[in-house]
């Protein structure tokens, strides 16, 4: 069974239920009619399925080599599908013209990222990491910087880097020792050890640009004594073409748990030759427009894993023959039934579905507002964008990702002893996707963020926005008989969302414990909330199709996956809600001794 790309999903979540089309006055909004997206998507997921899935599992037996020239070679046929990337035009759908893009959506390029991350999440984090790259020296570097790095990352001729982690700096980033020396010339040479650093080091770009979170001698303690750096594997040379080498080296790579065919890289610098960007000591805040990209983009991970272990799981149990279903022979002629007959398997299936389908839906809802962050005209629509993008973020991150990875370990279960073994791919989802719970931001520090950072901002504006917008989403379709399943099921989660913040509000501040022991079942209530309204959304689309005689039964499959999340995954809620209500107290009342 191989990845099958979900590109009538994409297009029905672009354009039936975000309904990308009425944003047409939008710049990058006009170029992306649904007719050129539905070509769009339809050519990703040949790309993806063709030429990144096949990789998928060469990358995870190969893995990357370290060579003690400090070289390192990527899994067989990954640089002829990095060639194959650029030629394409991939990775710059979502780069501005102004720096050789195609200017399209965000959102439209996240449908690309999907696909291609289930299809192979190790080698997609390469462009992914340099679109961030790209983003971080858009929004803060200067005018040469951007000439001089922008197209060529863009185009994914280079490739970036983010370096921040150090052996004792992970959390927490105020920590950070590696040192920056001023030359007086306006450059810096930049000393110390970063650790993991994604493709920090490979042989598929002629040029890796890292992005370096360093301290200026003399520079205060802590985050706010903190600066980025340009440091180019290469220096470009007076034509902007890689030119000397830099001195910034991979000294090895990690053994670890999956993803192998992205080299995880021990970057030392060694005096390496490095651009300020941005001010001094404001680094941190720069290096955010990159680690908020990437925090989406990992929450992308976990839905694209999902996708692509449930898809394996599916087939495994429309084939695999064992026991009999409980109501009589389903396939009298065979020795036994395929397990797909038995209710717990379905269980899994469905819960799968529900996640796979609502996080997409609110995964893209959410990345629409960052575009429209950027592009609306209107400020009041830039305001709400922009509250909703730093309020989400965290959500999307941290409960698409726990989830995700529920839905890989439910896959292995499907496939019983099988999904133990190497001979399937279901194992491999499982590893691959564990890493997205902990890099970014673990995801207790994601709920952490969520509840200590962004729901108090601006006196509470984005979360009220939130509850306002749902509340009068609900009004509107008060009469709409068929969709109150749907309708209830939102109010009642909104409401004990609503509850669950009044007690953080009333609790959070007398004692921040209270905070910090909530947090994960905020976040996750949170995120069944901003499923419930997806779920609306996509059924009332759904349902409007079937009433004006639309007879594809993708219409009535989506309705019946949706009826499944309200009755048995969204009642999560209420267990969230009462867990998060106890407090601290019995959480905290062992001594650490007692560990
Ligand atoms: C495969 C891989 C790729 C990576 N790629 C990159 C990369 O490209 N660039 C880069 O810079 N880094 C990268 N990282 C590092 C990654 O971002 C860190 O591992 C992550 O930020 C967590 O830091 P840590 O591992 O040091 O965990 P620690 O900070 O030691 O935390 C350990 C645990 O304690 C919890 N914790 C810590 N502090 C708090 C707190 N204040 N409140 C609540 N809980 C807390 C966390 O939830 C976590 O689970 C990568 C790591 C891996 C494994």
Redesign the pocket.
């Known amino acids: 069974m191989t990845y099958q790309p979900p590109v009538r999903d994409h297009a029905f979540i672009l354009g039936e239920v975000l309904k990308i089309d009425r944003y047409a006055n939008l710049p990058g909004f006009a170029e992306a009619s649904m007719d050129v997206v539905g070509q769009i998507l339809e050519e990703a997921g040949k790309f993806t399925a063709e030429v990144l899935a096949p990789l998928n599992s060469v990358g995870d037996k190969e893995g990357c080599t370290w060579k003690p020239d400090n070289t390192v070679s990527t899994p067989t046929g990954f640089k002829d599908a990095y060639k194959a990337l650029v030629e394409g035009g991939w990775p710059a759908l979502g780069a501005t013209p102004d720096y050789g893009g195609q200017g399209l959506p965000a959102v439209v390029n996240l449908s690309f990222s999907e696909m291609s991350s289930s299809a192979n999440m190790a080698f997609s984090m390469y462009p992914g990491?340099t679109h961030g790259a790209y983003s971080a020296i858009l929004n803060g570097g200067s005018p040469e910087q951007k000439d001089l790095y922008l197209p060529k990352l863009a185009s994914g001729q280079w490739c970036g880097?983010?370096?921040?982690?150090e052996p004792h700096c992970?959390?927490?980033l105020g920590l950070l020792r590696t040192k920056a020396v001023p030359q007086g010339d306006g450059t810096y040479r930049i000393s110390g050890q970063?650790i993991?650093?994604?493709g920090g080091e490979h042989d598929m770009a002629e040029n890796i640009i890292h992005l370096v979170l360093a301290r200026i001698e003399g520079a205060p303690a802590g985050t706010r004594g903190i600066s980025l750096f340009i440091v180019p594997k290469f220096i470009p040379d007076a034509a902007g073409e890689p030119g000397e080498r830099n001195s910034v080296f991979c000294a090895g790579l990690?053994e670890?748990m999956g993803?192998h065919g992205n080299a995880?890289c021990v970057i030392q610098h060694e005096e390496s030759l490095g651009w300020l960007v941005g001010e001094e000591n404001r680094g941190l805040a720069l290096m955010f427009v990159m680690m908020n990209e990437a925090r989406i983009g990992v929450g992308l991970q976990g839905v694209a894993q999902a996708e692509a272990a449930y898809q394996a799981a599916a087939a495994f149990a429309k084939d695999r023959l064992q026991g009999r279903s409980l109501t009589g022979p389903k396939n009298p002629d065979g020795p036994a039934d395929p397990i797909i007959v038995h209710p717990d398997v379905r269980r899994m299936l469905m819960d799968s579905r529900a996640l796979i389908e609502g996080g997409r839906a609110f995964l893209f809802w959410t990345a629409l507002h960052g575009d429209l962050a950027h592009a609306s005209e209107d400020e009041a629509v830039r305001q709400k964008a922009d509250d909703y993008m730093a309020l989400l973020t965290p959500v999307v991150k941290g409960y698409l990702t726990d989830r995700g990875f529920k839905v890989c370990s439910d896959a292995l279960q499907v496939h019983g002893g099988s999904g133990f073994t190497e001979h399937f791919p279901a194992s491999q989802y499982v590893r691959d996707c564990r890493?997205t719970l902990?890099?970014?931001?673990?995801?207790?520090?994601q709920a952490?963020d969520l509840v200590g950072r962004k729901l108090a901002a601006n006196g509470g504006r984005a979360v009220m926005t939130f509850f306002a917008e749902v509340d009068a989403y609900i009004e509107a379709r008060e009469k709409d008989a068929a969709l109150k399943p749907w309708l209830d099921g939102l109010a009642d989660a909104k409401a004990q969302l609503q509850e669950a913040t009044m007690w953080l509000m009333q609790n959070g501040l007398a004692n921040p414990d209270n905070a910090?022991a909530a947090s994960s079942d905020y976040m996750h209530l949170f995120g069944l909330t901003g499923l419930a309204y997806m779920w609306a959304l996509m059924a009332e689309a759904a349902q409007a199709k079937i009433a004006a005689g639309d007879a594809d039964p993708f219409y009535a499959a989506k309705l019946a996956v949706g009826r499944y999340f309200l009755e048995r995954v969204l009642p999560e809620t209420g267990a969230h809600l009462a867990k998060l209500k106890t407090g601290a107290e019995t959480l905290m009342a062992l001594p650490a001794e007692a560990f």
């Open positions: 990491l880097t983010m370096n921040l982690t992970g959390t927490d970063k993991w650093i994604s990690e670890k993803i995880t890493i902990i890099y970014e931001g673990a995801n207790g520090v952490l910090g």
